[in-house]
């Protein structure tokens, strides 16, 4: 090949690649003034889109109008008992064969005095990081939350040394509180029974039920404390419990005395 073709042929593929560089950059720049545009027209129709609260007043009436109020009600209904039959079967599979369960309470002693000391925006931040405290040692030790209200939580367990590494975690982690909780004084008080429970659409029910509440109603901030019926079944656990001495007490609503038992957290 002479020297002449040679220096043609790379004339010809700088101007190629000239050529190909020039439409790459128009693309390039086409394609960014149609995304910009498509980020315009999003940013329009969200203005103009009407907010959430209006559109679902708006999407109600339009089913009204269409299907009729009794139709709307009833599949209303019908999508809230769905909702409350997705727990069911979590409650039915930590539950024993004859419906025992470990229930828990707790709850954060002195909330409503602590509330008043740090105003309703501070106590806010104390409940979300208590919560986030709580929700993961259940989840952690399988537990499954029954329901929460305010500061309190009711919570189910298969065995009730589960329960019991919940419980311990948690206090540990208040014993060694995360930032948003330094200097707060956030005690919790935790009480835990063991026995058969109802369940009714996702929601526990029954004496058993209302023991575990009334000996959390008994736990001091930083305590936990448990029935006999608990101390019997961790008895034999591997990582071995701790309890201080019995206790007899009067349970509210419920006759007859009530030995309890608290856990020496520190030392579990």
């Known amino acids: 090949m002479s020297e002449t073709v040679l220096i043609i042929l790379l004339v010809g593929a700088v101007i190629a690649l000239i050529a190909v560089t020039g439409l790459w950059r128009q693309e390039r720049r086409r394609a960014l003034r149609l995304e910009a545009e498509l980020a315009r027209e999003r940013e329009r129709r969200r203005r103009a889109a009407p907010p959430p609260s209006l559109k679902a007043v708006l999407q109600t009436a339009a089913r009204v109008r269409d299907e009729g109020l009794g139709e709307v009600l009833r599949s209303s209904f019908e999508e809230l008992a769905g909702l409350a039959e997705e727990a069911e079967p979590e409650l039915r599979r930590l539950a024993a064969d004859d419906g025992t369960v470990t229930i828990f309470f707790s709850d954060i002693e002195d909330s409503t005095a602590l509330n008043e000391d740090l105003g309703d925006r501070g106590w806010l ?144």
């Open 125 to 268: 931040k104390v409940l979300e990081a208590h919560d986030r405290i709580v929700r993961k040692q259940v989840e952690r030790n399988g537990g499954y939350i029954v329901k929460s209200q305010g500061d309190g939580f009711m919570v189910a367990f298969a065995a009730a040394a589960e329960a019991l590494r919940s419980a311990i975690g948690i206090q540990r982690s208040l014993d060694d509180p995360p930032r948003q909780l330094r200097g707060k004084h956030v005690a919790v008080r935790i009480g835990i029974h063991s026995g058969r429970a109802l369940e009714k659409g996702g929601d526990l029910f029954g004496r058993n039920v209302a023991l575990a509440a009334r000996v959390a109603d008994q736990a001091k901030g930083g305590e936990i404390l448990v029935t006999e019926d608990v101390g019997e079944a961790t008895a034999d656990d591997r990582q071995g419990f701790v309890f201080t001495a019995p206790r007899e007490v009067e349970l509210k609503g419920l006759p007859g005395p009530h030995i309890l038992l608290a856990v020496n957290w520190s030392d579990a």
